[in-house]
């Protein structure tokens, strides 16, 4: 399996002076073609900037991107289309991520067109088939958004991302705004997708449920940084960072043995990015923080294939 896209210490900073927010403060990680990697913090962990940052759509301070080797941020204007052509995105609201000016065809079709892609014949039987393939009714293409229930507007974002068949999606937080039920309606369509076209997709999102069931690998956020990072499975069952060990005791559990037992929360709230504490960022709020915690980051630590943690408790003793 290759590499579809490589992450190296990327920053995106907003602000100038003293006023900075250092929402992706030194990011690095790889995406495997046809991988599923979640993405999972607490709001305002830098998350949705780090999507974002990954297409272009933010501009990064620095660190390097790479889409299949390829560096976005190097790229002429053409590149960019092409760019453009191959990636996509799937936004949190799909209220207001769709114009609601324009009717479904023109929404879909306006990709085709701006990319002169096909012939408007061409466009009218692509609209037919993408809609058809994400289970929206081809009779509804000349209707508003505004008709259309939560459910269905996500399912018509998700058929404009598949537009111009890109290889990697983004999905930021795609189905938090949904009811339950409906959440899993669009996560099932997002893994047939998958399977069907071999497509790769970085899944953002607060909630761990939702993360833990449609991922292959998971990445912990916390204040602009990764803090842990593993197969699902390792993470979910081995989580050595208190923080990712606090999510995972929130996480609401159906087994009779784990019924009445009290989940003890994360005590405060998340500093902020434009001043983050000293040392470890999550020291302030760890039950097991040590002044070493408060005084020095913890370099990133692999303990096992594939299981990476940034936490004192976990670096060898001298480093």
Sequence with gaps: MSEILTV?????????????????DGVSFTV??????????????????L???????????????RFNDIDPFAMDTQEIKEFRRRTAMVFQDPSSSLNPRKRVDRLLSQALRVHGVGTRADWDQ????????TGINPQYRNRYPHQFSGGQKQRIGVARALMLDPELIVLDEAVSALDVSIQAQIINLLLDLKEERDLTYVFISHDLS??????DRIIVMYLGRIVESAPKRTIMDRPLHPYTQALIGAFPSTAMEDRGKSVKAIEGDVPSPMNPPPGCHFAPRCPF?????????PPTTQTEEGHTVACWLHTPEGT
Excluded at 8 to 24: E, I, R, W
Excluded at 51 to 65: A, F
């Design 32 to 49: 495997q073609t046809g991988e599923i990697l979640g993405v999972v913090g607490e709001s305002g962990c830098g998350k949705s900037t």
């Design 289 to 297: 923080a040590t002044d070493k915690c408060h005084a020095h980051y």
């Design 8 to 24: 190296d210490n990327v920053k995106t900073y907003f602000g100038t002076g003293t006023s900075v927010v250092k929402a992706v």
């Design 51 to 65: 999507g974002r940052t990954l297409l272009r759509l933010e501009e990064k301070v620095s660190g390097d991107i």
């Design 210 to 215: 939702v993360v833990e069931f449609i991922s």
């Design 126 to 133: 692509k609209v037919e088939a993408i809609l058809n393939e």
